[in-house]
């Protein structure tokens, strides 16, 4: 065998777009160990193979021997196959699966373990086994129990004894935490793509409605001024850190189980780090225990799946209050609204309510498999079953709440004219003003209280803080001088801001370039 060296510690997985695909990785493992031409495959025999089925077929409850049955004298009864079997969800991983088998099956042959003849009868009987899958064709069966029992049964029924041997040195346990993770690292992909094109989406509106002002909030109530693509660009970056949390996850999900078999390992003379590199993995893991036991990696995969639904909760829950009458700040297009089967008038932001409401479920997802691991012994038990499907349904939902939210984003307009009318209330350039007299080198803590007069003064006269004479000013404070003005009203307020990351507009300019370049995207022209 090989010497190699473990690697101690995860390093930095590169971009998913910048390594090579497993199929690749796999294509060259399978020409590294190809055998002679007269020793290729012949061609899959379909007619000797047992009928796998089509849509229209029944399926199959003939009882069979099980691959695990050979010291039993009785088979399950129906009722505890029905509770068992996982082919119902698990047929997901039936890729991931196949590239496993194939993986496992060239190590094998590399290391003299089945012959040449052999592994290339396994790799296209697989591959006969994925179109038959990809095409509808295949009958899965609840008696085989899962994907892996499924695909191995059929590749036996179609290929005979050398699908007997695919299996050495291998148990369902690594098997299962090899396609698991292999599932997990293709999910993460597609969630941090839909991320991105969400952040595309944000940083578009605020392209459209650069300079447009808004009161921005505290508690509910108006706090100061803010410009709009300040605002868009905060949720642009909780994205962006969500997106960060995900690779770090990938790194971690991307260390290969397979050859830790059921738990111990193996005495035959197998080369994981072989499998390992043909699956895209960055090394097997050191421990063959911990390999098929834990499955801390899902835990911190639905962990940020539930941190990024909460964001996404929290944009619903603005524009759902901002689409409102009372705000009416967004107008929805009609493509992205529904109406009420008894009120003719109205005309809801459904998508975005059904985003606050599924973050319930990503975080449901979270905790079922928080509570199934928490009292497990080591090392594997048939209660990680059930880790499956909580999964599938949190990628399922994230991948929906982030598609609708892109597409809401693409399809409404801000009521300028709403907007313009509301800024006036609330005082919104207070602040500034108690800025102005720290800047005449008064203590804060004084300028606070005197502003806090000024408001007063004007919550009596039912006015703004700009529309005060500056005599009235004065009478508060001899500190007031003319250049008062300059820092009153929404408009001077916001071009007062100049500390980094604020809502200033030289600042939102520098965030809106960075965010324009970081994501490739074409400024409107």
Not at 108 to 137: A, K, M, Y
Not at 421 to 448: C, I, Q
Not at 453 to 464: E, H, I, M, P, T
């Amino acid at each position: 065998m090989k010497s190699h060296s473990l690697l101690l510690s995860p390093s930095p997985y590169p971009s998913p777009t910048a390594s090579l695909s497993t199929q690749t990785k796999l294509n060259s493992l399978l020409s590294f160990v190809s055998c002679p031409p007269q020793e290729k495959f012949e061609g899959l025999c379909i007619t000797r193979a047992m009928p796998m089925g089509g849509s229209s077929q029944p399926e199959i409850e003939t009882k069979e021997s099980k691959l695990w049955g050979g010291r039993f004298e009785e088979s399950t009864t129906h009722t505890v196959e029905k509770f068992t079997e996982s082919i119902s969800f698990d047929k997901l991983l039936y890729k991931q699966d196949i590239e496993g088998s194939k993986a496992h099956a060239s190590m094998l042959c590399s290391q003299g373990l089945i012959s040449l003849r052999d592994r290339d009868s396994i790799v296209q009987g697989l591959d006969e086994i994925e179109r038959r899958i990809e095409g509808g064709e295949f009958l899965w069966r609840t008696d085989r129990e899962d994907v892996h029992m499924n695909i191995e049964a059929a590749l036996t029924d179609m290929i005979g004894e050398p699908a007997k041997k695919l299996h050495t040195a291998r148990s369902r346990n690594d098997q299962v935490s090899t396609d698991f993770r292999l599932w997990c690292r293709d999910a993460i992909d597609r969630i941090m793509l839909s991320i991105k094109n969400l952040q595309i989406a944000l940083v578009g509106l605020a392209l459209e409605n650069e300079g447009l002002i808004v009161p921005g909030y505290t508690h509910l109530q108006r706090a100061q001024p803010v410009l709009l693509p300040h605002l868009l660009l905060a949720y642009v970056e909780q994205l962006e850190r969500d997106a960060s949390r995900l690779l770090d996850c990938r790194v971690r999900v991307n260390f290969c189980p397979l050859g830790a078999c059921a738990l111990a390992g193996t005495g035959l003379p197998i080369d994981r780090f072989m499998t390992s590199d043909a699956l895209g993995f960055t090394a097997p893991m050191r421990n063959s225990i911990d390999a098929v036991s834990d499955r801390d990696f899902v835990l911190e995969f639905l962990s940020a799946n539930s941190i990024t639904a909460i964001h996404l909760s929290r944009l619903g829950e603005e524009w759902v209050l901002w689409a409102s009458e009372e705000f009416g700040f967004i107008i929805p297009s009609d493509s992205v609204s529904t109406g009420s089967s008894i009120m003719p008038q109205k005309k809801n932001p459904d998508p975005m309510e059904l985003v606050r409401g599924k973050s319930a479920r990503v975080i449901g997802d979270l905790v079922t498999l928080l509570t199934l691991c928490k009292g497990l012994p080591l090392a594997y038990n048939r209660d990680l079953q059930e880790d499956k499907e909580p999964v599938f349904d949190s990628v399922k939902t994230i991948i929906g709440m982030l598609q609708v939210s892109a597409e809401f984003a693409q399809n409404i307009t801000f009521n300028r004219t709403r907007i313009h009318k509301a800024l006036p209330a609330g005082h919104l350039d207070a602040t500034t003003l108690a800025d102005y007299l720290v800047k005449k080198g008064m203590p804060f803590r004084t300028s606070h209280d005197i502003v806090g007069r000024s408001v007063a003064l004007c919550v009596s006269k039912n006015c703004q803080l700009q529309e005060l004479r500056l005599d009235e000013f004065t009478s508060i404070s001899p500190t007031f001088e003319e250049d008062v003005y300059e820092y009153l009203g929404v408009e001077n307020a916001v071009t007062k801001f100049c500390s980094y990351g604020s809502t200033g507009s030289a600042c939102v300019a520098e965030q809106l370039n960075y965010w324009v370049k970081k994501l490739e995207i074409s400024r409107p022209h």
